[in-house]
């Protein structure tokens, strides 16, 4: 197996009294295309923003090529890493959202440059230029420099995932971002990342396209109430499902 | 025969122009404070732990909740009894300055907070830090939302800066009413002070539409 970028041990999330992850083991290795499935608040969300240290969590340890994410031991204390150190560690992931989330005062291009300049601090030229790649590999050269209200929601989420990529982070992670379009639009975006997928992007996808999963992913992981369910190849676990919460689930997704 | 209203408006020129000077220059100095310290107030109403914020809530809810007219002789007289002696200029543009502030303040803490929090965690997950994130993410934002709510304050700072005649500040209210003590064209002249206000306030309205028009996002 190749190398091994993401390790996550024992992660565990509560929000207030509710504990939304009960302990997450789980090692992603380069190049793995991961779908994550399962029902609405099984934890899919959650588990991707505490990748990316949007959520502070309570247990366990997430490394990235080997550096713990978010916090480190003192002692036997736990502490969280400064604002900073967490800053840099972020960009070392991207995340594309089922909101898109641009940044609507500013163009195609500038929503692209914004990391390359201020957190990868490349000369203006550089970031441009990167910036017009990525714009042109989602297909969106074109309209480098429309405003987000001038594009549509697929176009915009091509944007926003050329934004993520161009920061050319070791791991991406994808949260259902197709959930929010109208149904013409779900294929353009992916397709984008159907061939972020056969360049060899290592990521993790959060996806109720259960066709997509099956076509595109290397491995797929069940959640379920907060814990890893099933843990497979998609032939095994689509076709034959282990346990019967697995079943149950893929009985009521659409295989459209 | 009677003086005309144009003979006695010639006469009072000067008084007229160096009145509406005063106003013109309270308004703009409260102005100017009022929002460089209403952005403070603003970020610490956004952005304060839990001993900053209910501290600069209380201010907010307090200043907005009296009467400008209140502030204006409370700076007047405050000061006055407790040893700091402020000329009436300089305690009226504090007054209004600090009434600004709690407006600006509303204003701004309102245009931040109704980012939507996606714009935040988009910023966060491409490596920015929070300093980054506002100033290139947050704040170009919020300014293009705030701005006509900030205009019509200062409209009303502008207006507010009338006050400023009861403690003896010569600005164009002041003045209108000196004069109109001589001639006793009590009706022309306020009238005529009453479109210099709009003047200067429409002024400030067409402005405030020409900065919107040039910072807005097209869609
Ligand atoms: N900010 C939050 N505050 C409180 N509860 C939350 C918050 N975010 C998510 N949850 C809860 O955590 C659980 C898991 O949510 P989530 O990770 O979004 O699930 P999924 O993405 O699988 O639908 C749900 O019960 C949800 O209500
Ligand atoms: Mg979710």
New interface residues.
């Given amino acids: 197996m190749s190398k091994t970028i993401l390790e996550i041990e024992g992660l565990r999330k509560t929000y207030g009294s509710l504990e939304v992850l009960k302990g997450i083991d789980c090692a992603v290795h380069e190049g793995e295309v991961i779908a994550i499935i399962g029902s609405s608040g099984s934890g899919k969300t959650t588990l991707l923003r505490c990748i990316?240290?949007?959520e502070d969590f309570e247990g366990g340890t997430i490394r990235l090529d080997g550096e713990e994410i978010g916090y480190h031991a003192e002692g036997s204390m736990r502490r969280r890493k400064s604002?900073?150190d967490i800053?840099?560690q972020?960009?070392?992931?991207?995340?594309a959202?089922q909101?898109f989330?641009?940044?609507?005062?500013m163009t195609a291009e500038a929503n692209v440059m914004?990391?390359l300049l201020?957190?990868k601090r490349l000369p203006k030229d550089e970031a441009r230029a990167i910036a017009l790649k990525w714009l042109d590999r989602v297909g969106l050269g074109d309209r480098a420099g429309h405003?987000?209200?001038?594009l549509s929601g697929g176009q915009q989420q091509r944007v926003?995932i050329a934004?993520?990529i161009a920061?050319n982070p070791r791991l991406m992670l994808f949260d259902e971002v197709t959930s929010a379009l109208d149904p013409e639009l779900v294929g353009e975006v992916l397709q984008v990342i159907k061939g972020l997928a056969a360049d060899g992007m290592t990521m993790l996808l959060v996806t109720h396209e259960m066709r997509f999963a099956y076509e595109v992913a290397s491995r797929v992981i069940f959640m379920n109430q907060g814990v890893i369910g099933e843990d497979g190849n998609p032939r095994e676990m689509f076709v034959a499902p282990k346990t019967e919460r697995l079943a149950d689930f893929l009985k009521t997704s659409s295989f459209n | 025969m009677t003086p005309s209203f144009l003979d006695q408006l010639w006469l009072a020129r000067n008084v007229i122009l160096s009145g509406l000077g005063l106003t013109v220059s309270i308004s703009l100095l409260a102005i100017l404070a009022g929002s460089v310290l209403g952005v403070l107030v603003g970020l610490s109403l956004t952005y304060g732990n839990r001993l900053i914020r209910p501290i600069f809530r209380v201010y907010t809810d307090i200043i907005r909740g009296t009467p400008v007219l209140v502030l204006v002789l409370a700076s007047y007289y405050v000061s006055s009894a407790v040893g700091v002696n402020l000329d009436p200029f300089s305690a009226g543009v504090l007054a209004l300055a600090v009434f600004c502030s709690s407006h600006v303040g509303e204003i701004v803490r309102g245009g931040l907070q109704a980012i939507p929090k996606g714009q935040t965690e988009a910023a966060k997950a491409i490596g920015l830090t929070f300093g980054q994130t506002f100033a290139y993410v947050l704040w170009p934002q919020a300014l293009r939302q705030f701005l006509p709510a900030w205009v019509n304050t200062a409209a009303e700072m502008v207006k507010a800066s009338t006050l400023l005649s009861v403690i003896g500040v010569a600005e164009l209210l002041l003045r209108t009413q000196e004069i109109i003590s001589r001639n006793f064209m009590s009706l022309q002249f306020y009238f005529f002070a009453g479109a210099l206000y709009f003047v200067v306030n429409y002024g400030i309205e067409r402005f405030g539409k020409y900065v919107e028009r040039k910072t807005a996002v097209p869609s």
Avoid: C, D, I, S
């Fill in positions: 990316n240290m949007l604002e900073k800053a840099r972020r960009a070392l992931t991207g995340m959202f909101q989330n641009l940044f609507p005062h914004l990391g201020k957190v405003f987000p209200g001038q926003a934004r993520a920061m």
